[in-house]
């Protein structure tokens, strides 16, 4: 059965900002199709509006030549439009098969059936009974696959499926997504990662600031011409030089060290050694949730272990809280860069203000020299290329973009001798990205040193003079940049050895 | 011997009975908070009950009706609650305190006309019994139809929960409303739909009080309980048996220090009064440590402001 899904003229705007501007795109079943573009480019608002959770200003969809209403997620289910978020929808406490019968008319027999039958069908393998909340990113998102599948649906949407899956795991989405597209579904695939375009797709569709800017085959295109359509601009790559750092200084040296948490949902760290030179960066690669988290925050001092040593600059900071690593001349940028990095209602000068250290002589007798506070934030909007100069705009009113920006500026001004970052470009568009890459580098060319934990192997590829895996909380071998490839990491993020 | 044990007996049956009011509105909350709403009004839900069942009473010289409006006015007020948290997306907290405020200030404003008047008799159920069995007969006969429910209720919530349909949408909507939101679900519905029967169960369990209890209008008769109910259901981390637990011990003690008060034993009567607070916490604690089933238990959302994305 063939299936056509069409979308006419869908226009939405929300306040200050055009999501999507006339939107015309047809599919049909057999084939896969990307939706390709940046972040704010407008993939994830007609997502929604096809998913029934956003309501169009203007414009139709149409599914085998009939118009159709999409108000509310139960209408894109009863049209047979399933959907796959890039954040699951799933309920962490519920089991997995709580989670899949909550939105099925079925009796709970017949859908095990159902189910185990997928299961089968698909070589997925997933314990039914368990909590959602102690599956891996990739089980969850097999989660929300079946969900879909059990309603037989004629499309299947997957957001930004591959952020948060190792190369294997991704490996086996694309067997399984060739598979439904070979049953007849008609799949629409939302990503910005150009390479996954072209090896799994047929069509692409590229958008860029709520316009379809470019439909082709993908056959007929390569990375840098999807980039180039994607960005708008033609970009320079940048690759750093990897230095041997035999003998230079070391800056930081943690051994044995041992973290047991309480909490269910964090990550034991069992036996890490890490050394740092001067000038180097290390990469530290990982799917999240395998103790990424619990060590960066060791190492800014969130966390404090007793009997643990951490040597920095020959000092022993390992019973240091945050502020007073700071003043030894550490930085640190977290991964949640709204709650952790910034408090969002607070104005940009205060937030600057929030990361004080003696020698900035903010505060003076417990008062605070707002004017000094303000210069130094003016230069750290100039410095680093922060699109706005009034400091006295809230935080929350940066993009995410310009705020790492401002998060790693405000960390970077006082010159520290190592920073530690967390997934820095977590979520950003291209030339930002490019933007906080040169910067990093940038550091490490005068001298300073950098730990860089990340999910995205592409960069630390390109940052990293060693790299090591993190898994289950146990810490690789680390080796040199030169000599790992983006399998390798692959391998040891999945669990596996080598050699 | 058998004098002795048939007074245990009469002991227990007067533990159950000072309970029921903490099971019937922990009960009630304990739905409430596993849809994710955190409603503080218990304490004002209850004695508004409390008042209306007892004015009912008075006024219908109908015990039915009473009971049945008393549901009404806890499920009235909580129907507030909702309009405000869920329609008009207001703090769960504030608004929770202001309704426990207002219950009470409400509550003894209708009540000056009915301070002094004699309650009705309750009929107590299977009263013949309770007197030819001793010791069993004192525990399991001789209650009124309510107790008997208060004491079914927990199972019979334990069973919604876990093992239907509307008990996994409930704790969907507690876990994520976001997601149950996108999977369809009408989570200001759902959420309505707690609010009202955990209102109405507070009701209920005010008029307990007030026709059963000590079937009398006095001032602020609920003294506490509503608080006291609201940390149940937190230290019996969300789970309706151990509450029932909770209420029992809570209870237990409270009957067994008025029993040591009248002994005169050498303890300060202020320390022997603290001691259910302290004894129901510290028995619910140790039955509760398991972390990995709190998390399992907790609804995640609890507290939460939820309004959906247009």
Known sequence: ?499 | MSFDLNFIGILIGAIMASSVPLILAASGELIAERSGVLNLGVEGMMIIGAISGFALMVVTDNLFFAVLGSMLSGLILSLIFGLLTQSLLTNHVATGLALTIFGIGMSAMIGKNFVGIPGKEFPLLFLNLKESIPFLGPIFFGHSIILYFAFVLPFLTNYVLKKTKTGLIIRAVGDSPTSASNQGINVTLVRYSCILYGGAMCGLAGAYLSLIYTPQWIENMTGGRGWIALALVVFATWSPIKVLIGALIFGGITILQLHMQAVGLRIPVQLLSALPYIMTIIVLVVISRDSRKIKLNTPTSLGQIFYKEK
């Open chain 1, 1 to 499: 059965m063939n299936t056509k899904l069409k979308v006419s003229e869908i226009s939405k705007i929300y306040p200050g900002c055009i999501a999507n501007d006339k939107v015309s795109l047809e599919f049909g079943s057999g084939k896969i199709y990307a939706l390709l573009g940046e972040n704010g480019a407008g993939k994830s608002t007609l997502v929604k509006i096809l998913s029934g959770v956003v309501k169009p200003d203007e414009g139709e969809v149409f599914l085998n030549d009939e118009s159709i209403k999409l108000n509310s997620p139960l209408d894109a289910k009863k049209n047979n439009i399933g959907m796959v978020f890039q954040h699951f929808n799933l309920f962490e406490t519920l089991s997995v098969f709580e989670n899949l019968s909550i939105d099925s008319d079925k009796k709970d027999k017949e859908l095990r059936v159902l189910v185990n039958d997928i299961l089968k069908k698909y070589n997925f393998k997933i314990d039914l009974d368990i909590p959602v909340l102690n599956l891996s990113a990739g089980q969850k998102q097999k989660v929300e696959i079946i969900r879909c599948l059990i309603r037989n649906p004629k499309v299947l949407i997957m957001d930004e499926p591959t952020s948060v899956l190792t190369e294997q795991e991704t490996d086996d989405l694309f067997i399984s997504l060739k598979q439904f597209s070979k049953d007849g579904i008609l799949i629409i695939y939302i990503t910005h990662k150009l390479k996954e375009v072209l090896s799994l797709c047929d069509e692409v569709a590229v958008m860029r600031k709520g316009k379809v800017v470019s439909v082709s085959n993908t056959i007929d295109e390569k990375i840098e011409s999807l980039a180039n359509k994607m960005v708008g601009e033609n970009l320079n790559t940048i690759k750093k030089k990897i230095n041997n750092f035999k003998n230079s200084e070391e800056i930081l040296k943690i051994s044995n060290l041992n973290f047991k948490s309480d909490d269910p949902y964090e990550t034991n760290l069992n036996n890490l050694n890490l050394s740092l030179k001067k000038g180097e960066c290390l990469g530290i690669a990982g799917i999240s949730g395998n103790g990424q988290n619990e060590l960066f925050q060791i190492l800014s001092g969130e966390i404090i272990i007793e009997g643990t040593s951490i040597m920095f600059r020959n000092k022993e900071i390992g019973k240091l809280n945050p502020r007073e690593r700071r003043e030894y001349l550490m930085a640190f940028s977290p991964e949640d860069r709204i709650s952790q990095a910034a408090v969002p209602e607070l104005k940009i000068y205060e937030n600057v203000a929030l990361n004080n250290f003696k020698s900035s002589n903010f505060f003076e007798k417990g008062l605070v020299n707002e004017k000094k506070i303000k210069e130094h934030s003016k230069k750290i909007l100039s410095n680093f290329s922060v699109n706005t100069d009034n400091v006295e705009l809230k935080s929350q009113f940066l993009s995410g973009g310009n705020l790492q920006k401002l998060i790693i500026g405000r960390e970077l001004i006082t010159s520290p001798e190592l920073l530690v970052c967390f997934n820095p470009t977590w979520g950003l568009d291209v030339g930002a990205i490019n933007y906080i890459h040169e910067t990093l580098i940038q550091i490490n060319e005068q001298g300073k040193s950098s730990i860089l934990i990340s999910t995205d192997n592409d960069e630390l590829l390109k940052l990293s003079d060693r790299i090591c895996v993190i898994y289950k909380g146990k810490l690789s071998k680390i080796m040199n940049a030169d000599t790992v490839t983006a399998e390798k990491l692959g391998i040891l993020m999945g669990g596996g050895s080598i050699d």
